[in-house]
């Protein structure tokens, strides 16, 4: 099928360098999907018949840098945006089996994990190998063309359905991550699960805790890093799968303390979504955190944060809700700065260093949350304290704006899989 949709520059530049070096190439996966939903996608990612080697070859070192074990692919830098390419694959040859019976236990189930997917193959293989038919639509930018190998992506974009490809029993027992990002879908776009793909799940979820612990850590950053992981929260816990991804707060669920931390971060994710700030994890994090916070202090929500205690408090709960799941260790701190840092708002107090600590503008940010949820004023705090004195450089660069020199070449874990 022609279609004409809005490819970012950069994801068309690679689209053709990779053609020109004579390889097939398409813009792949949840780019395709967020366009035909008409959302604006965060990212392109793009799949192509060269292998991550030739890739390197086509835009050069400097800009193209091999990541991942588990999935290899390139991570190639242009026009000043990031894209993920990987090479076609084919279901790996030992996921070939039968699902587990019904009524199996974990061990049975987890037989069909894959271990490694690295198998190159061509564009359908490739399409057929991807988790949902939703997210298995290729767009050529150059001529237009849209391709829907699994034929019924285009339909379930439009009937908002999520749809495994294959036997979801199969598919979930491979990958149970396959499950966490199912029901992303459910809880951004409302989407719902067809009959099969909702039933396989459903007997499936335990096997979540035989998923790498650094690739749900992946997930929840994305999931934090979006403006709906309020609704991926309800969705996992209207499937029972918070009980196994974030046990206590799937404990703690229809509490006044957990019905606050949503209440937080759907404040945030809507000034996100409004443009009044800029995307932080880790304040996402201490949004979640804080009424749990609030509760170890003894002090009724909304309250001033005493300073006495709150670090040790904010440390604790943090790493309860989220280091059983290897959460990076750095945003941890950095979501325990934030909220250690609200004891001195509340005080009254903005010392000079306070304020030229990287940590300021997002603990000032949740001021002004907090401030919106309890019925305050956030405007007024907004004009109350003073807007960063020295804009951090990003990370990843230098204070001149240039990269940092990389100093490990280490394979890192990929996000995209
Ligand atoms: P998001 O908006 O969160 O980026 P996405 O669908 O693009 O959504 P990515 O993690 O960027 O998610 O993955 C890109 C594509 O790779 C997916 O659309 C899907 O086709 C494929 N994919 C990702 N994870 C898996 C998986 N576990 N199993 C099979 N295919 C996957
Ligand atoms: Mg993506």
């Excluded at 199912?182 to 396989?200: I, P, R």
């Excluded at 035989?210 to 309800?234: M, N, Q, T, V, W």
Aim: one cysteine or more; glycine letters at 6%.
């Amino acid at each position: 099928m022609k279609i004409n949709l809005p490819i970012s520059p950069g994801a068309r530049h690679v689209v053709t360098a990779l053609q020109t070096a004579g390889y097939e190439a398409y813009i792949v996966g949840g780019a395709i999907r967020d366009l035909l939903l008409e959302r604006t996608p965060k990212d392109f990612d793009i799949g192509c018949s060269a292998t991550p080697e030739e890739v390197r070859q086509v835009f050069g070192r400097r800009s193209a840098r091999i990541i991942g074990k588990r999935f290899r692919l390139t991570h190639v830098t242009c026009k000043g945006e990031l894209f993920e390419v990987s090479t076609f694959r084919k279901a790996p040859a030992e996921t070939a089996a039968a699902p587990a019976k019904e009524g199996s236990d974990t061990e049975e189930m987890a037989e069909n994990l894959i271990l490694s997917d690295n198998s190159w193959g061509t564009a359908v293989e490739d399409a057929w190998r991807r988790d949902f038919t939703v997210n298995a639509l290729f767009y050529d930018p150059v001529d237009g063309q849209l391709y829907d190998h699994t034929g019924m992506g285009l339909a379930d974009i439009k009937s908002r359905t999520v749809r495994a490809i294959g036997e979801p029993a199969l598919r979930f027992e491979e990958d149970p991550v396959r499950m966490l990002r199912a029901l992303k879908l459910v809880g951004q776009f409302d989407f719902t699960l067809d009959s099969a793909t909702e039933n396989a799940l459903f007997a499936r979820l335990e096997l979540l805790k035989l998923a790498s612990p650094s690739r749900l850590a992946l997930e929840l950053e994305k999931i934090f890093g979006s403006c709906c992981g309020d609704r991926h929260l309800r969705a996992f816990h209207d499937y029972g799968l918070l009980e196994y991804f974030l046990p206590e707060l799937n404990h703690c669920w229809d509490t006044p303390v957990m019905d606050r931390a949503l209440e937080l971060l759907y404040e945030r994710n809507c000034r996100l979504d409004e443009g009044r700030y800029r995307n932080s994890v880790s304040l996402a994090m201490a949004c979640v955190a804080l009424p749990f916070v609030e509760e170890a202090l003894g002090i009724a929500p909304g309250d001033p944060v005493p300073s006495r205690k709150c670090g040790g408090a904010a440390n604790a709960v943090l790493e309860k809700i989220f280091l059983p799941l290897h959460m990076m260790i750095r945003l941890n701190l950095s979501a325990e700065k934030i909220l250690t840092l609200q004891a001195i708002f509340d005080q009254g107090k903005c010392p000079r260093e306070l304020y030229t600590s990287r940590s300021y503008p997002n603990a000032r940010e949740l001021k002004i949350i907090r401030a919106a949820v309890d019925g305050g004023d956030p405007e007024q705090t907004d004009r109350e304290w003073p807007l960063p004195l020295v804009e951090h450089a990003p990370r990843g660069k230098n204070s001149n704006g240039k990269p940092r020199r990389r100093r490990s070449r280490k394979p890192k874990e990929t996000p995209q899989e």
